[in-house]
């Protein structure tokens, strides 16, 4: 893909970018050839569009004012000298047009993140030029101890200490730091500190460490005054409250940045990576690697719980610095599968490398769009679509039931490949970049598809994977930017038009496999699965059958084939791949919220569904009442496990006021004699003898259990057992021939 055709940069090889006060910004440019960094300074004053100078009569500031083309509103470039003069623009502008900036009335328009504006005004790209190998990645992750009685550790309880900080990075080093009779916790804070300065990285990575690692860090740092002075001009860390939006569900972080470096959360990119594949059953590190096939085969595993047991144990000591090496070897693993496609994007979009990341898509192709037409000084549109509700994409489920030799088709980037081959632009994209840019993008997340089918060994092919699903959410979201209401060239009508062409095509499709007498199984926006034909065996071909249907410029893919497919209800159904393994999709059957036990139920009664093994399916529930009954299965398969996202005293006073409801889980921790604090994960169990009971009043904390005492409650359990086996009841009939 070349980039420069697409976007132009000014430099070449910039891992980052800062802005200074004082009217200038610094780029740290790497030398590949020299192993290092060189720093340059360069002009960087910001600014913020208006649609009259005249906005600023009267401001007693220092203004340079740069005229913009064509008929946009906003017409006029204001430039300061430094950062404390364009924040008192800001605030004389909110006090005189009596409009806040956010506002899509306003007659200016700000881009409050600063490192955007210095891409975008100075043209340049980060990591133009440099391979994703050349990067400089740093992996770190620490291990704790648990304060006896508690289920997860506290960086503010005293006993709870940091013992070992592990450090690796993607050229070979390798390192542990931990306690021992000469190095106390904060002599191990601080040489990872030194360290982290020492191999001066471009970014910093590991698993869940924006809700974990940097927040414990910090806070146990602070307790011994150690600077986590993680930054290239040796600054310390920063952190807000932050969020993003994955598919239908808000995360919460604490977000933390650090100057001249980005750090990468792995748990973040698994998180993304599922949005478009909806095939991860979790989000653990030590999952994530089985399922990208990089967990060694000599790989030590500990249970957290025996990490403080092993830690005291002077001969069980060396297993755990092996287990917690591991774990930063597996994070630069999953990385170098996650984040090549961000990689890519950071070349294109002015960005900050973390942002690339974490910002939503609508606001990555606002930046590009954006980007480009101050980069042309062309004028911006106002935002001024019309906002309306509109019918979206086409589901429908045909079968319920277990069906042999599935196939599935799809249009290669529906909604995309429809703006493409309609040369579709937004009304108010004067310049026509909108289809510009998608169709580069477009051909280039399908030649990475492209790639990924031919690759013969499983690392390259699950690069490939991650680097096109990445750029499919990207690229699909050039339709959902069309209604972004926030968006600069957000066009509702056009959004309108692109969701009824898709239906007609994925209606067409449907009643031409319909014609060739093809059983249809179930039906979700772009793509069919369902049974071919009689006789009909190869997929090329009928593949060529389907496509000659389809108008011009829209490609069909049929090159996903299973041994069988569990159709349970609409969006939510199993399939059997070719090499055995079981994909399930669909809340109803891979709901993280139900109890462990559940979870195992229904991964297994849907293994034997797949697999035609009807009667041991019908059998498992006796097998499963059978263990809870006497006591087989381990107390942990029945404990939910939840996250104190509020204080106990924020919790009290809202019962206290008559605003809250009641948790189970609050109340345990409030009842114990613990000091359960915000973040703490709380795992517990229902207790009694009553098939139904409230989880309230009826709960105990997995920590107060001895070990040997088991009193849940197996008539709950039992019921909750007999509530899931009713669900797959159509299912679970050896006679039912519609079915099998």
């Known amino acids: 893909m070349n980039l420069d055709k697409l976007i132009n940069s000014k430099f070449d090889c910039v891992v980052a970018a800062e802005p200074l006060n004082d009217g200038s910004a610094l780029l740290y440019i790497r030398d590949v050839q020299g192993q290092k960094i060189i720093e340059k300074e360069i002009e960087f004053k910001p600014y913020l569009l ?123 080093f390798k390192k542990i730091i931990h306690q021992d009779e000469n190095s106390d916790e904060r002599a191990i804070i601080k040489e990872f500190v030194d360290t982290i300065q020492k191999l001066d990285p471009d970014v910093l990575e590991g698993h869940n460490i924006f809700n974990f690692d940097l927040p414990y860090l910090e806070t146990r740092a602070k307790k011994y005054r150690v600077k986590m002075a993680l930054g290239r001009d040796k600054s310390v860390i ?111 979009i002015p960005f900050k490398f973390q942002d690339c990341v974490i910002r939503g898509n609508a606001m990555r192709i606002e930046a590009l769009l954006v980007g480009e037409y101050l980069t042309r000084s062309q004028a911006l549109p106002f935002a001024s679509g019309e906002v309306f509700r509109f019918t979206g994409g086409l589901t429908e489920s045909f079968e319920v039931g277990v069906f042999d030799n599935v196939w599935h088709c799809d249009v290669r980037s529906l909604y995309p490949s429809i703006i493409v081959a309609n040369s579709m632009n937004p009304a108010n994209d004067s310049l026509g970049l909108f289809n510009e840019f998608l169709t580069t993008l477009r051909d280039f997340r399908l030649s990475a598809k492209d790639a990924q089918s031919n690759a013969e060994d499983v690392s390259t092919k699950d690069f490939y994977q991650a680097l096109q699903s990445s750029f499919k959410i990207l690229i699909n979201s050039f339709y959902g ?67 000659k249907k389809l108008p011009k410029g829209i490609e069909v893919d049929l090159d996903s084939t299973y041994q069988a497919m569990l159709c349970y209800k609409s969006k939510n159904y199993a399939l059997l791949e070719n090499n055995d393994e079981v994909v399930m999709r669909g809340a109803a059957l891979k709901s993280r919220g139900l109890e462990p036990f559940l979870r195992n139920y229904i991964e297994e009664v849907v293994t034997l569904l797949l697999n035609k093994k009807v009667a041991e399916a019908v059998a498992l529930q006796a097998v499963y009442e059978e263990k809870i009954s006497n006591y087989e299965l381990p107390l942990l398969k029945f404990a939910k496990k939840e996250t104190l996202n509020d204080s106990l005293e924020n919790y009290q006073k809202k019962m206290a006021s008559g605003k809250g409801r009641r948790s189970a889980v609050y109340e345990l921790a409030i009842e114990s004699e613990r000091k359960y604090e915000r973040g703490d994960q709380v795992s517990y169990y229902v207790i009694g003898d009553k098939k139904k009971v409230p989880v309230v009043g009826n709960s105990k904390l997995l920590a107060d259990n001895n070990g040997n005492e088991r009193d849940e409650n197996v008539n709950y359990y039992l019921g909750k057992l007999s509530d899931t086996v009713k669900k797959f009841k159509d299912f679970l009939i050896d006679d039912e021939p519609s079915l099998f």
Not at 332 to 344: K, Q, R, V
Not at 502 to 525: H, N, P, W, Y
């Open 50 to 172: 208006l649609n009259d100078e005249a906005l600023l009569n009267g401001v007693e500031l220092e203004v340079s004012f740069k005229n913009l083309n064509g008929a946009g509103k906003f017409n006029v470039i204001a430039e300061f000298r430094n950062k404390k003069e364009y924040d008192e623009a800001v605030k004389f502008l909110k006090t005189t047009t009596k409009y806040n900036p956010s506002s899509l009335n306003a007659p200016y328009k700000v881009f409050s993140d600063m490192q955007q504006q210095l891409l975008t005004s100075q043209e340049i790209r980060l990591f133009r030029n440099l391979k994703f190998t050349d990067l400089h990645r740093v992996q770190f992750d620490i291990e704790v101890m648990t304060t006896d009685g508690f289920d997860f550790p506290s960086a503010t309880r005293v006993g709870d200490e940091i013992i070992i900080i592990t450090v690796s990075d993607n050229f070979g």
């Open 238 to 348: 920063k952190k807000r409250a932050s969020r993003f939006n994955a598919a239908e569900r808000t995360i919460n972080y604490t977000r933390y940045d650090v100057f001249g470096r980005a750090f990468v959360d792995t748990f973040h990119l698994a998180i993304f990576y599922d949005m478009i594949n909806r095939n991860l059953e979790g989000f653990g590190l030590k999952y994530l690697a089985k399922h990208f096939n990089v967990a060694s085969a000599d790989r030590t595993y500990v249970a957290g719980e025996e990490i403080t047991v092993m830690w005291n144990d002077d001969e069980r000591r060396e297993i755990l610095l092996a287990y917690a090496l591991d774990d930063v070897l597996e994070v630069n693993a999953i990385s170098e599968i996650l984040l090549p496609s961000y990689f890519y994007q950071a070349q294109i």
């Open 481 to 547: 930017y069309l209604g972004f209401s926030m968006g600069t060239f957000c066009d509702f009508n056009l959004a309108e038009n692109v969701t009824a062409s898709g239906r007609e095509i994925l209606v067409t499709m449907k009643d031409f496999l319909s014609s060739q007498s093809a059983q249809l199984l179930e039906m979700d926006t772009d793509g069919i699965y369902f049974c071919p034909p009689e006789n009909v065996t190869d997929t090329e071909a009928f593949q060529k059958l389907i496509q």
